[in-house]
Protein backbone atom coordinates (compact mmCIF):
# COMPACT_ATOMS: atom_id res chain seq x y z
CA UNK A 1 0.00 0.00 0.00
CA UNK A 2 1.22 3.29 -0.89
CA UNK A 3 1.64 6.23 2.00
CA UNK A 4 -0.61 8.53 -0.31
CA UNK A 5 -3.24 5.24 -0.15
CA UNK A 6 -3.04 4.66 2.93
CA UNK A 7 -3.44 8.28 4.00
CA UNK A 8 -6.36 8.32 2.59
CA UNK A 9 -7.82 5.14 3.62
CA UNK A 10 -7.16 6.54 7.02
CA UNK A 11 -9.50 9.58 6.11
CA UNK A 12 -12.15 7.72 4.92
CA UNK A 13 -12.27 5.30 7.76
CA UNK A 14 -12.18 8.22 10.26
CA UNK A 15 -15.40 9.60 7.93
CA UNK A 16 -17.09 6.64 8.09
CA UNK A 17 -16.64 6.16 12.22
CA UNK A 18 -17.24 10.24 13.04
CA UNK A 19 -20.48 10.12 11.17
CA UNK A 20 -21.79 6.29 12.01
CA UNK A 21 -20.15 6.01 15.80
CA UNK A 22 -23.48 8.00 17.11
CA UNK A 23 -26.12 5.46 15.24
CA UNK A 24 -24.32 2.38 15.59
CA UNK A 25 -22.30 0.62 17.78
CA UNK A 26 -20.81 -2.34 15.36
CA UNK A 27 -19.79 0.14 13.43
CA UNK A 28 -18.13 1.96 16.04
CA UNK A 29 -16.63 -1.24 17.15
CA UNK A 30 -15.68 -2.46 14.19
CA UNK A 31 -13.80 0.86 12.66
CA UNK A 32 -11.91 2.52 15.62
CA UNK A 33 -9.43 -0.33 16.53
CA UNK A 34 -8.35 -0.24 12.44
CA UNK A 35 -7.75 4.00 12.91
CA UNK A 36 -4.44 4.36 14.74
CA UNK A 37 -2.93 1.10 12.39
CA UNK A 38 -3.43 2.89 9.28
CA UNK A 39 -2.24 6.10 10.74
CA UNK A 40 1.10 4.07 11.62
CA UNK A 41 1.08 2.32 8.43
CA UNK A 42 1.27 6.20 6.59
CA UNK A 43 4.19 6.91 8.69
CA UNK A 44 6.30 3.90 8.28
CA UNK A 45 5.44 4.32 4.52
CA UNK A 46 6.52 7.54 4.21
CA UNK A 47 10.05 6.88 5.62
CA UNK A 48 8.87 8.01 9.66
CA UNK A 49 11.47 6.26 11.70
CA UNK A 50 11.35 7.46 15.04
CA UNK A 51 10.39 4.77 18.24
CA UNK A 52 8.84 7.68 20.10
CA UNK A 53 6.17 8.35 17.37
CA UNK A 54 5.62 4.49 16.90
CA UNK A 55 5.46 4.29 20.18
CA UNK A 56 2.69 6.85 20.98
CA UNK A 57 0.47 5.57 17.97
CA UNK A 58 0.54 2.25 19.64
CA UNK A 59 -0.37 3.91 23.27
CA UNK A 60 -3.09 5.75 21.53
CA UNK A 61 -4.24 2.18 20.28
CA UNK A 62 -4.66 0.42 23.25
CA UNK A 63 -6.51 3.14 24.56
CA UNK A 64 -8.50 3.49 21.63
CA UNK A 65 -9.06 -0.14 22.16
CA UNK A 66 -10.06 0.12 26.00
CA UNK A 67 -12.43 2.97 25.16
CA UNK A 68 -14.90 1.14 23.16
CA UNK A 69 -15.98 0.10 26.85
CA UNK A 70 -17.60 2.33 29.14
CA UNK A 71 -16.51 1.01 32.60
CA UNK A 72 -14.35 2.94 35.04
CA UNK A 73 -11.37 -0.36 34.58
CA UNK A 74 -11.49 0.77 30.85
CA UNK A 75 -11.82 4.24 30.97
CA UNK A 76 -8.57 4.22 33.43
CA UNK A 77 -6.69 1.67 31.07
CA UNK A 78 -7.29 4.32 28.09
CA UNK A 79 -6.28 6.63 30.35
CA UNK A 80 -2.86 5.10 31.26
CA UNK A 81 -2.28 4.40 27.51
CA UNK A 82 -3.15 7.73 26.21
CA UNK A 83 -1.21 9.32 28.71
CA UNK A 84 1.73 7.39 27.78
CA UNK A 85 1.09 8.44 24.22
CA UNK A 86 1.47 11.69 24.85
CA UNK A 87 4.90 11.48 26.65
CA UNK A 88 6.52 9.52 23.59
CA UNK A 89 4.50 11.99 21.36
CA UNK A 90 6.07 14.95 23.59
CA UNK A 91 9.65 13.37 23.50
CA UNK A 92 9.21 13.00 19.44
CA UNK A 93 8.49 16.93 18.92
CA UNK A 94 11.16 17.27 21.82
CA UNK A 95 13.93 15.72 19.62
CA UNK A 96 13.40 18.50 17.12
CA UNK A 97 14.11 21.45 18.96
CA UNK A 98 17.88 22.41 19.06
CA UNK A 99 19.18 22.92 22.54
CA UNK A 100 20.10 26.61 21.60
CA UNK A 101 16.85 27.61 20.67
CA UNK A 102 15.82 30.75 22.07
CA UNK A 103 12.36 30.18 23.07
CA UNK A 104 10.58 31.76 25.20
CA UNK A 105 10.05 28.56 27.41
CA UNK A 106 8.36 30.15 30.75
CA UNK A 107 5.65 31.98 28.75
CA UNK A 108 4.84 28.79 26.86
CA UNK A 109 4.70 26.40 29.99
CA UNK A 110 2.88 28.83 32.03
CA UNK A 111 -0.04 29.68 29.72
CA UNK A 112 -0.46 25.62 28.33
CA UNK A 113 -0.44 24.61 31.93
CA UNK A 114 -3.15 27.19 33.20
CA UNK A 115 -5.38 26.20 30.01
CA UNK A 116 -4.57 22.29 31.76
CA UNK A 117 -5.57 23.09 35.30
CA UNK A 118 -8.55 25.57 33.89
CA UNK A 119 -10.03 21.98 32.49
CA UNK A 120 -9.16 20.01 35.52
CA UNK A 121 -10.82 22.76 37.79
CA UNK A 122 -13.91 22.24 35.42
CA UNK A 123 -13.71 18.89 35.82
CA UNK A 124 -12.53 18.66 39.27
CA UNK A 125 -16.37 18.43 41.19
CA UNK A 126 -17.09 15.48 39.20
CA UNK A 127 -14.17 13.15 39.49
CA UNK A 128 -14.47 11.58 42.17
CA UNK A 129 -11.79 9.32 43.18
CA UNK A 130 -10.27 10.41 40.01
CA UNK A 131 -9.27 13.91 40.71
CA UNK A 132 -5.55 12.92 40.82
CA UNK A 133 -5.52 10.42 37.50
CA UNK A 134 -6.87 13.21 35.74
CA UNK A 135 -4.71 15.63 36.95
CA UNK A 136 -1.94 13.91 35.93
CA UNK A 137 -3.16 13.47 32.58
CA UNK A 138 -4.03 17.30 31.88
CA UNK A 139 -0.54 17.72 33.20
CA UNK A 140 1.04 15.65 30.99
CA UNK A 141 -1.42 16.24 28.11
CA UNK A 142 -0.41 20.38 28.29
CA UNK A 143 3.12 19.26 28.50
CA UNK A 144 3.13 17.39 24.65
CA UNK A 145 1.14 21.13 23.70
CA UNK A 146 4.20 23.02 25.54
CA UNK A 147 6.98 21.34 23.26
CA UNK A 148 4.41 21.54 20.29
CA UNK A 149 4.43 25.49 20.46
CA UNK A 150 7.82 25.77 21.31
CA UNK A 151 8.71 24.08 18.39
CA UNK A 152 6.32 26.17 16.15
CA UNK A 153 7.90 29.41 17.79
CA UNK A 154 11.21 28.31 16.73
CA UNK A 155 10.62 26.82 13.13
CA UNK A 156 7.82 29.07 12.26
CA UNK A 157 6.78 27.47 9.30
CA UNK A 158 3.60 26.05 8.36
CA UNK A 159 4.27 22.23 9.55
CA UNK A 160 5.34 23.28 12.98
CA UNK A 161 2.24 24.76 13.29
CA UNK A 162 0.42 22.68 11.74
CA UNK A 163 1.77 20.23 14.54
CA UNK A 164 1.04 22.65 17.33
CA UNK A 165 -2.71 23.21 16.02
CA UNK A 166 -3.13 19.35 16.26
CA UNK A 167 -1.85 19.48 19.90
CA UNK A 168 -4.54 21.87 20.63
CA UNK A 169 -6.84 20.17 19.18
CA UNK A 170 -6.20 17.13 20.85
CA UNK A 171 -6.58 18.93 24.16
CA UNK A 172 -10.05 19.79 22.31
CA UNK A 173 -11.03 16.24 22.04
CA UNK A 174 -10.31 15.28 25.22
CA UNK A 175 -12.04 18.00 27.74
CA UNK A 176 -15.01 17.21 25.14
CA UNK A 177 -14.83 13.34 26.09
CA UNK A 178 -14.35 13.99 29.66
CA UNK A 179 -17.29 16.67 29.94
CA UNK A 180 -19.67 14.09 27.99
CA UNK A 181 -18.24 11.64 30.42
CA UNK A 182 -18.58 13.31 34.08
CA UNK A 183 -20.53 16.54 33.29
CA UNK A 184 -23.28 16.39 31.15
CA UNK A 185 -24.18 13.72 27.86
CA UNK A 186 -23.51 15.65 24.62
CA UNK A 187 -25.41 15.29 21.46
CA UNK A 188 -23.69 13.20 19.39
CA UNK A 189 -20.80 12.65 21.53
CA UNK A 190 -19.04 10.16 19.44
CA UNK A 191 -19.04 12.73 16.31
CA UNK A 192 -16.97 15.60 18.19
CA UNK A 193 -15.45 13.52 20.15
CA UNK A 194 -13.92 11.65 17.39
CA UNK A 195 -13.83 14.32 14.56
CA UNK A 196 -11.15 16.11 16.67
CA UNK A 197 -9.22 13.50 17.79
CA UNK A 198 -8.52 11.78 14.13
CA UNK A 199 -8.19 15.25 12.78
CA UNK A 200 -5.34 15.75 15.81
CA UNK A 201 -3.69 12.75 15.23
CA UNK A 202 -3.68 13.00 11.44
CA UNK A 203 -2.29 16.45 11.91
CA UNK A 204 0.42 15.30 14.28
CA UNK A 205 1.63 12.76 12.44
CA UNK A 206 2.35 13.83 9.47
CA UNK A 207 3.69 16.86 10.54
CA UNK A 208 6.11 14.95 12.38
CA UNK A 209 7.00 13.49 8.77
CA UNK A 210 7.15 16.53 7.11
CA UNK A 211 9.63 17.94 10.11
CA UNK A 212 11.77 14.79 10.80
Known amino acids: MSATLSLLA ?6 VHCTNADKSDPIRRATKPLLMPLLWLTYVVFGGDSNWVNLA ?4 WLGDVALLNHSKRSFMTGLVS ?5 LAMAMAIFALI ?41 LVLASKGTVAIALA ?40 IMST ?16
Open 10 to 15: YAALSL
Open 57 to 60: LLAA
Open 82 to 86: FLFGH
Open 98 to 138: PTAADIPWLNIIASKFAIALGAFWYLRPHLGSLQMPVLIYC
Open 153 to 192: LHLGDMWAWALASGALIFMASDLTLATNRFVSALPKPHLW
Open 197 to 212: YTLAQGLIVVSMLQLS
